[in-house]
């Protein structure tokens, strides 16, 4: 009976260990990722190379391709490979010049990275929040990072006081391509345009 | 007459919402009226870049304390309406919480400008409304609408802002509907005012996340609406510190592909 307690304790502080690594790394992971943000936000560089820093972060944070698909929703089943690829080249210029472009004005953005919780082997809640100022409030962030590869964290999501940017781009998308009768094509054309602009 | 017409039709709109809602997959946008939306948002942003994004950039020149003590006899304001519907969704401490901050910073607050109650252990606590009432109660939120000046809003939220404009606010009621038997010193004009104001406080406050916000989307409409559709679902839950975009469901389906 005292061997089977043992087993169960081990086995207990087995699992603690693992969790506490995977929670480590990914708030480490956060926690690091911003501070490196908020360097680039706050240095005295133009826009334009704070927003080539901006870029080279996301593209080495987010993943990308996932977040890609996952905005497709029902459609991303019905892409052929071509289809695929030529979207996933999409997404990733549309992604990184969204991403820069969205933080860029912020230059006075502090992260402080509050806890997390391991929801399971392939995802850890991040839970931040955006410092407030005399002009802005504070803001709740919550970062839903992918620890599938517990050495190579990536986000997947970004819930802003409760409002995930991934749902509310898949919600985005997938109105495009029911305003023009279900043709993924659209969609290319729009995330085009938005890229040429 | 008209609030007999206005109950008739609160009641038909609820039976509407109820039977819809048995049909309804939670998870689906429901725009019924998305051309007639789509042109209500157009207006209204246009409505915004002549008239309240200006006069926002304003109002954030203003004195940082100005400012906070603005948002605070707002937020003040706001516990009329957030107190009953605490009591409609049997969040009884809530609505005692509530009602002490009202008291408290009404008075020694000096009508809400400052805020005493949180210093004394009253922390503000999340605004509360009929819209989200009606969804604690299991109504479905309807068709999204788009309304025009008020912005984003559902059929379900509509409802409750007609009850609240039928007697349910009490700020209403004393300023607009002018019911002597509460305090007769507010005219409709302070009504409105506050109304104002806690749209340009809102505005102000939001400026740069807006900017990115219209700078960066595809679809700006499809944006804003998946936004205010999110934050209502959230707020009828009080899931402040969770969200649903934490459901695993979606992307684990990506792992299989």
Same mark, same amino acid.
């Given at each position: 009976?005292?061997?089977?307690?043992? &087993?169960?304790?081990?086995?207990?502080?087995?699992?603690?260990?693992?969790?506490?690594?995977?929670?480590?790394?990914?708030?480490?992971?956060?926690?690091?990722?911003?501070?490196?943000?908020?360097?680039?936000?706050?240095?005295?560089?133009?826009?334009?190379?704070?927003? &080539?820093?901006?870029?080279?972060?996301?593209?080495?944070?987010?993943?990308?391709?996932?977040?890609?698909?996952?905005?497709?929703?029902?459609?991303?089943?019905?892409?052929?490979?071509?289809?695929?690829?030529?979207?996933?080249?999409?997404?990733?210029?549309?992604?990184?010049?969204?991403?820069?472009?969205?933080?860029?004005?912020?230059?006075?953005?502090?992260?402080?990275?509050?806890?997390?919780?391991?929801?399971?082997?392939?995802?850890?809640?991040?839970?931040?929040?955006?410092?407030?100022?005399?002009?802005?409030?504070?803001?709740?962030?919550?970062?839903?990072?992918?620890?599938?590869?517990?050495?190579?964290?990536?986000?997947?999501?970004?819930?802003?006081?409760?409002?995930?940017?991934?749902?509310?781009?898949?919600?985005?998308?997938?109105?495009?391509?029911?305003?023009?009768?279900?043709?993924?094509?659209?969609?290319?054309?729009?995330?085009?345009?938005?890229?040429?602009? | 007459?008209?609030?007999?017409?206005?109950?008739?039709? $609160?009641?038909?709109?609820?039976?509407?919402? =109820?039977?819809? %809602?048995?049909?309804?997959?939670?998870?689906?946008? %429901?725009?019924?009226?998305?051309?007639?939306?789509?042109?209500?948002?157009?207006?209204?942003?246009?409505?915004?870049?002549?008239?309240?994004?200006?006069?926002? %950039?304003?109002?954030?020149?203003?004195?940082?304390?100005?400012?906070?003590?603005?948002?605070?006899?707002?937020?003040?304001?706001?516990?009329?309406?957030?107190?009953?519907?605490?009591?409609?969704?049997?969040?009884?401490?809530?609505?005692?919480?509530?009602?002490?901050?009202?008291?408290?910073?009404? $008075?020694?607050?000096?009508?809400?400008?400052?805020?005493?109650?949180?210093?004394?252990?009253?922390?503000?606590?999340?605004?509360?409304?009929?819209?989200?009432?009606?969804?604690?109660?299991?109504?479905?939120?309807?068709?999204?609408?788009?309304?025009?000046?008020?912005?984003?809003?559902?059929?379900?939220?509509? =409802?409750?802002?007609?009850?609240?404009?039928?007697?349910?606010? =009490?700020?209403?009621?004393?300023? +607009?509907?002018?019911?002597?038997?509460? +305090?007769?010193?507010? %005219?409709?004009?302070?009504?409105?005012?506050?109304?104002?104001?806690?749209?340009?406080?809102?505005?102000?406050?939001?400026?740069?996340?807006?900017?990115?916000?219209?700078?960066?989307?595809?679809?700006?409409?499809? $944006? =804003?609406?998946?936004?205010?559709?999110?934050?209502?679902?959230?707020?009828?839950?009080?899931?402040?510190?969770?969200?649903?975009?934490?459901?695993?469901?979606?992307?684990?389906?990506?792992?299989?592909?």
């Amino acid at each position: 009976m005292k061997i089977i307690r043992k &087993i169960f304790v081990l086995f207990f502080f087995f699992l603690s260990f693992i969790n506490n690594s995977w929670s480590q790394s990914a708030s480490k992971f956060i926690n690091d990722l911003t501070i490196e943000a908020s360097s680039v936000l706050s240095s005295k560089l133009t826009d334009e190379e704070k927003i &080539i820093q901006l870029k080279k972060i996301g593209e080495n944070s987010v993943d990308i391709n996932g977040v890609g698909l996952y905005t497709l929703g029902k459609y991303r089943k019905m892409l052929t490979d071509n289809q695929k690829k030529q979207y996933q080249d999409l997404f990733k210029s549309y992604f990184l010049k969204s991403f820069s472009g969205r933080l860029v004005g912020y230059s006075d953005a502090k992260i402080a990275v509050l806890s997390e919780e391991v929801k399971n082997e392939k995802y850890t809640i991040v839970y931040s929040k955006l410092i407030g100022t005399s002009d802005r409030p504070e803001v709740k962030i919550d970062w839903r990072v992918y620890t599938r590869d517990p050495e190579n964290p990536l986000i997947r999501d970004l819930i802003i006081e409760g409002l995930s940017l991934a749902r509310t781009q898949r919600e985005e998308f997938n109105s495009i391509i029911v305003n023009n009768d279900g043709n993924i094509e659209a969609l290319f054309e729009n995330l085009k345009e938005f890229i040429d602009n | 007459m008209n609030r007999i017409i206005t109950a008739l039709f $609160t009641l038909l709109l609820i039976q509407f919402l =109820v039977v819809k %809602k048995s049909y309804s997959n939670e998870n689906e946008v %429901k725009d019924c009226f998305e051309r007639l939306n789509r042109v209500t948002f157009a207006l209204n942003m246009g409505l915004d870049k002549i008239i309240f994004k200006p006069i926002s %950039k304003g109002y954030r020149k203003l004195p940082s304390p100005i400012r906070t003590g603005t948002g605070n006899a707002l937020s003040n304001l706001s516990n009329l309406i957030t107190i009953p519907n605490n009591i409609l969704q049997g969040d009884f401490g809530s609505a005692a919480n509530n009602s002490a901050r009202l008291l408290i910073n009404t $008075t020694l607050g000096i009508a809400g400008i400052f805020d005493p109650a949180n210093s004394l252990g009253f922390e503000k606590r999340e605004k509360e409304d009929f819209g989200q009432s009606l969804g604690v109660m299991g109504v479905g939120e309807g068709c999204y609408l788009v309304l025009p000046v008020l912005g984003p809003s559902t059929v379900r939220d509509t =409802v409750g802002s007609l009850i609240a404009m039928n007697g349910g606010d =009490v700020w209403h009621n004393i300023t +607009v509907r002018d019911d002597e038997e509460y +305090v007769k010193e507010f %005219k409709e004009s302070d009504y409105w005012a506050s109304r104002v104001t806690s749209g340009v406080d809102f505005r102000a406050k939001n400026l740069e996340a807006f900017d990115a916000m219209e700078k960066n989307s595809v679809d700006l409409y499809a $944006t =804003v609406r998946s936004l205010y559709l999110q934050d209502r679902k959230r707020k009828i839950n009080n899931s402040s510190n969770k969200t649903e975009a934490m459901e695993d469901g979606d992307w684990d389906t990506l792992e299989n592909q």
